[in-house]
């Protein structure tokens, strides 16, 4: 079943916080002059535009990335997402918006490398057509989670997983934890991150309790809260767990997320939490 389109839902909240989080990633990992590769198991389209019907639909960007696109008090980590997103905005309105591919494709350097997969028969050629240009990515349309078995460790022995399913199916849960295993066990220095929704608070609590039963260390988990759990049906939460951070992730996060949580929740329910599942 993959009846999931990431098009209704694109620059909402979640891609918010999950899209900072990546940017932060690779600004890190850039900080060095070394390649290294990226891996986006769940790659969506990577370019999606803003007044589709399917957009125009459910209008979550609207109380996404559009609460910030005419602000002038953006914090640094936000200003920078920002400036990724008005890369594929040619004028002063907020038509398109980037998916984590196109965000890491248009930071990579001559010397960093990609590989995009995608297992939707309609989106696969969309994804392949948008990076056909682009000489340091490859798109396969495959199944994501059996990357972390076929392209790990990268030659580069540097590198990001970020691993992004719908959720749709809940086996979801417990594959990405299954995928990490598989992943860690050849590239224990790679950083991966995993988005997760907050929809049944029991299905997070299955990742976590899965991953700390792994024995993997340097787990932090980074969550932004609408609204406090429930158990109505609707997406309360979002967050992203990420295994080996760049030592500069906590406190990024820590610094920005009252910001996003007071732009993105006006109305002052939101929370937000930056916790180590397992420390070094
Ligand atoms: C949440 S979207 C990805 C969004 C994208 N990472 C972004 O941030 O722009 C999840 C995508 O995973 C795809 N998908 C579902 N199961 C998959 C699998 N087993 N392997 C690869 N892609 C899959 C869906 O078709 C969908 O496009």
């Known amino acids: 079943m993959l009846s999931y389109r990431h098009s209704f839902h694109a620059g909402n909240h979640a891609d918010v916080l999950k899209h900072i989080v990546l940017l932060r990633i690779i600004r890190a990992l850039q900080q060095k002059e070394k390649g290294f590769f990226y891996l986006d198991t769940h790659a969506g389209v990577g370019r999606y535009s803003l007044n589709t019907y399917e957009a125009e639909k459910t209008a979550e960007y609207q109380e996404g990335v559009a609460r910030f696109w005419q602000r002038d008090d953006l914090p640094p980590e936000v200003a920078d997402y920002l400036a990724q997103v008005k890369k594929v905005n040619y004028g002063t309105q907020l038509k398109h918006y980037p998916g984590s591919p196109l965000i890491a494709a248009n930071l990579l350097r001559a010397q960093d490398r990609a590989l995009f997969t995608e297992l939707h028969p309609s989106d696969f050629p969309l994804l392949r057509n948008n990076f056909k240009q682009y000489e340091n990515v490859t798109t396969k349309r495959d199944n994501g989670y059996q990357q972390l ?35 860690y066990k050849r590239f224990a220095t790679g950083t991966y991150a995993i988005w997760y929704p907050v929809v049944l608070r029991q299905h997070v609590k299955r990742i976590v309790r899965g991953l700390e039963q792994t024995g993997i260390r340097k787990i932090l ?57 397992t420390p070094e």
């Open 149 to 183: 078995k076929a392209a790990l460790p990268p030659k580069e022995r540097r590198g990001l997983v970020l691993i992004d399913p719908p959720y749709e199916l809940k086996e979801d849960y417990d594959l990405v934890v299954q995928a990490i295993e598989e992943g």
């Open 221 to 277: 988990q980074i969550e932004l809260a609408l609204r406090p759990d429930s158990d109505q049906r609707g997406m309360t939460a979002s967050g992203m767990i990420v295994i080996n951070p760049p030592w500069t992730l906590e406190a990024e996060m820590q610094a920005v997320l009252p910001y996003l949580v007071k732009t993105l929740v006006p109305e002052n329910t939101g929370s937000w939490k930056v916790e180590w599942i």
